[in-house]
């Protein structure tokens, strides 16, 4: 079997083809919202954002898990690193987020164990050679990553590992969404969905969404002419007056998702509300452990509780990730918030959207400054 | 956190594989996906395959594109 087709959808002639379908079709100025950290680098990398018509404006809202952390979180996090004997496991793009006072990263520098991991199963590995250590995972993300992170909790259970637990503040996608069309700033006109989450939660999970809250939906892949298409999808929607949902990446996207995953999801956690940053309380947005699996809830053993803390002084990132402002609006981007020295979490992530506006150079709104 | 090109199982066992993408070697938990096998593409997310590509569908979408986009530039022509 060849993966002929993976590049096919990054074939340049269909992706001109495209482009040329949307230029035709797209009259009205729209707003459109991608909901993914992996679309946001996706559409950079190609360059997608500059070679669509003006009228098209791409904006990234809440779908990058560090950015959508909120502060309280990140405190709560680096105040547990501090802990004897604890061993803090976590995935990369969480380390060097600012807290209020700290980051991980400058924890780790003064001598904390806080260590990166590529799955919550190093973790349990971690765990196993470390019987005297409290084993910590940072859990943060979607429900791509939720699954994964229910099945090291199960694991833990069969292994008997009574030293490893997780925090959980993973969060879902679909209350997001009601949110941001709940909230009176927010201008959006269509969203493209993500793709992997939609391969966990299935077609079928936005049905609800869309009956109460009608607007163009398209669930999107991550090659350039996945994206395209997608894009071509909504602006057909709006110009029609449609609003529907359709699914532009159905060799990954099925109706009813990932049932193994989604079953490992239900079985270890419930909804529960959870703030955002940027957005704040969500009702039943945040997945949190099941009574049955709350002995490997850390914010129990450990007793913690979140403060609301404040986000950083003049940092836009909540404004960003609703779509109200760009990074270009804020008044820290590039003069004081810097890859090198972030001030929000936008900055940090490599699925962030000033991260992105810096990396390529963006200096309007439209796309980057290599635009001809 | 995603990896957005998908990976083939190169190796299995038990519930753990091996896949390749683009000649970087991983170890994956396979416990999400049904009945894997060597040469099956995967969508790979923090060290779990979470779904077989369906390949029969990867090619159907393509073509069908394809033929809208051909029809679409027929239709130009025409008028
Ligand atoms: S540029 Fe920095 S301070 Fe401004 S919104 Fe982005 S992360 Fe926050």
Redesign the interface.
């Known amino acids: 079997?060849s993966?002929k087709?993976?590049e096919?959808?990054r074939d340049k002639k269909?992706s001109r083809?495209?482009i040329q379908?949307i230029q035709k079709n797209s009259r009205k100025p729209v707003r459109l919202m991608e909901v993914?950290?992996?679309h946001t680098?996706?559409i950079f990398k190609y360059g997608i954002r500059s070679i669509l018509p003006k009228t098209i404006s791409l904006l990234s809202g809440p779908g990058c898990?560090v950015c959508v952390t909120a502060q309280g979180e990140i405190d709560a996090f680096i105040e547990l690193s501090r802990k004897k004997d604890v061993i803090i496991t976590t995935?990369g793009?969480l380390m060097r987020v600012p807290g209020s006072n700290s980051s991980l990263q400058q924890e780790r520098a003064k001598g904390q164990d806080i260590r990166m991991v590529?799955?919550?199963?190093?973790a349990l590995e971690i765990a196993k050679i470390n019987p005297d250590k409290e084993v910590v995972f940072l859990g943060v993300?979607f429900e791509?990553?939720a699954?994964?992170i229910a099945?090291s909790v199960l694991s833990a259970q069969v292994m008997n590992l009574t030293n490893f637990s997780v925090i959980s503040a993973h969060k879902k996608v679909v209350p997001a969404l009601t949110a941001l069309l709940q909230t009176k700033e927010v201008n959006i006109n269509g969203f493209l969905l993500p793709?992997?989450v939609s391969?966990?939660i299935g077609a079928g999970a936005y049905r609800g969404f869309i009956k109460n809250y009608p607007i163009p939906c398209v669930i999107a892949?991550?090659?350039p002419?996945d994206i395209l298409?997608s894009i071509h999808m909504l602006i057909k929607q709006i110009e029609t007056g449609k609003k529907d949902l359709e699914n532009a990446y159905?060799?990954?996207v099925t109706e009813e998702g990932?049932s193994?995953?989604k079953s490992?999801l239900n079985t270890v956690f419930q909804s529960g509300n959870a703030i955002w940053r940027g957005i704040g309380p969500i009702p039943d947005s945040g997945l949190f452990f099941q009574k049955a699996y709350e002995a490997f809830d850390a914010t129990r053993r450990f007793q913690i509780s979140y403060q609301q803390t404040p986000e950083p002084k003049g940092c836009a990132c909540g404004e960003v990730l609703t779509g109200i402002k760009t990074p270009l609006d804020c008044t820290l981007y590039k003069k004081i918030c810097t890859p090198l020295h972030p001030v929000g979490p936008c900055m940090v992530s490599s699925?962030g959207i000033c991260a992105a506006y810096d990396k390529y150079h963006v200096e309007n709104n439209r796309g980057s400054c290599n635009d001809d | 956190?995603?990896l957005?090109?998908?990976s083939?199982i190169i190796r299995i066992v038990g519930d753990m594989g091996t896949v390749d993408v683009d000649g970087v070697k991983?170890d994956?938990?396979l416990?999400?996906?049904?009945e894997p096998q060597l040469?099956?593409?995967v969508?790979v997310?923090?060290?779990?395959a979470?779904?077989k590509?369906?390949?029969i569908?990867?090619?159907e979408?393509?073509q069908l594109?394809?033929e809208a986009?051909a029809f679409?530039?027929k239709d130009d022509i025409s008028n």
Do not use: Q, W
């Not at chain 1, 590529?118 to 190093?122: G, I």
């Not at chain 2, 997310?45 to 779990?48: D, K, P």
């Open positions: 079997m993966i087709h993976a096919e959808y269909l083809s495209l379908e993914c950290g992996t680098v996706s898990p995935f793009d590529y799955s919550a199963f190093d993300g791509t990553t699954p994964t099945a793709g992997h391969v966990i892949g991550f090659e002419v298409t159905p060799r990954a990932n193994k995953a490992l699925e | 956190m995603c957005a090109i998908p083939k991983r994956v938990s416990l999400m996906i049904e040469g099956d593409y969508i997310h923090a060290g779990f979470i779904h590509i369906d390949e569908t990867a090619k979408t393509l594109l394809k986009l679409v530039e």
